[in-house]
T-cell receptor
Framework: KQEVTQIPAALSVPEGENLVLNCSFT??????LQWFRQDPGKGLTSLLL?????REQTSGRLNASLDKSSGRSTLYIAASQPGDSATYLC????????????FGKGTKLTVNP | EPEVTQTPSHQVTQMGQEVILRCVPI?????FYWYRQILGQKVEFLVS????????KSEIFDDQFSVERPDGSNFTLKIRSTKLEDSAMYFC??????????FGSGTRLTVV
């Protein structure tokens, strides 16, 4: 059974700092890995999608990497801003079946002005 | 950018009552899902729907739950007799081909 772990559970940084959020998974037979952002009491906003054949994706100040052999993904946020404060969720789908997502519990990021 | 729309945003219901949560997925997507998130916990898969039938369901999705796509646009989740432990945020999502998921903004269900 796939397990997804995100470390740290919470992170507080000053504005302008570069930071890395970590996601690890137990089964490397994945199809897609997707990073989401969740604001308090709100829905999930997709940030980046990495397909299993890819190693990284970039969007603006965000860069996500995927290393299936080690069961790890990282989300790098450059020059953090207070507006980046949210919970960041890692989720992945397995090959075949319905490609349901298995989520980590998330990292709650606070960027202080 | 296309969106997944969920209604209502918040619903309060009495224990034992039936509720229907509604979703309008992205029009050209073929795969539809319901997930839920109990406060402070992980987002959990409930059910997936493809080609007008359930393709996979989790252990949570017991006989009290059902899904339907009554027309070409709506996708609904029905809970027949709500329990206190059904209180959660329910998310609808759709997926098209090689692209990732798009989630709705959720329905917060409170069972009292």
């Amino acid at each position: 059974k796939q397990e997804v772990t995100q470390i740290p559970a919470a992170l507080s940084v000053p504005e302008g700092e570069n930071l890395v959020l970590n996601c690890s998974f137990t089964d490397s037979a994945i199809y897609n890995l997707q990073w989401f952002r969740q604001d308090p009491g709100k829905g999930l906003t997709s940030l980046l999608l990495i397909q299993s054949s890819q190693r990284e994706q970039t969007s603006g100040r965000l860069n996500a990497s995927l290393d299936k052999s080690s069961g790890r993904s990282t989300l790098y946020i450059a020059a953090s801003q207070p507006g980046d404060s949210a919970t960041y969720l890692c989720a992945l789908s397995a090959q075949g079946g319905s490609e349901k997502l298995v989520f980590g519990k998330g990292t709650k990021l606070t960027v202080n002005p | 950018e296309p969106e997944v729309t969920q209604t209502p945003s918040h619903q309060v219901t009495q224990m034992g009552q039936e509720v229907i949560l509604r979703c309008v997925p992205i029009s050209n997507h073929l795969y539809f899902y319901w997930y839920r998130q109990i406060l402070g916990q992980k987002v959990e898969f409930l059910v997936s729907f493809y080609n007008n039938e359930i393709s996979e369901k989790s252990e949570i999705f017991d006989d009290q739950f059902s899904v339907e796509r009554p027309d070409g646009s709506n996708f609904t989740l029905k809970i027949r007799s709500t329990k206190l432990e059904d209180s959660a945020m329910y998310f609808c999502a759709s997926r098209g081909g090689l692209y990732g998921y798009t989630f709705g903004s959720g329905t917060r269900l409170t069972v009292v």
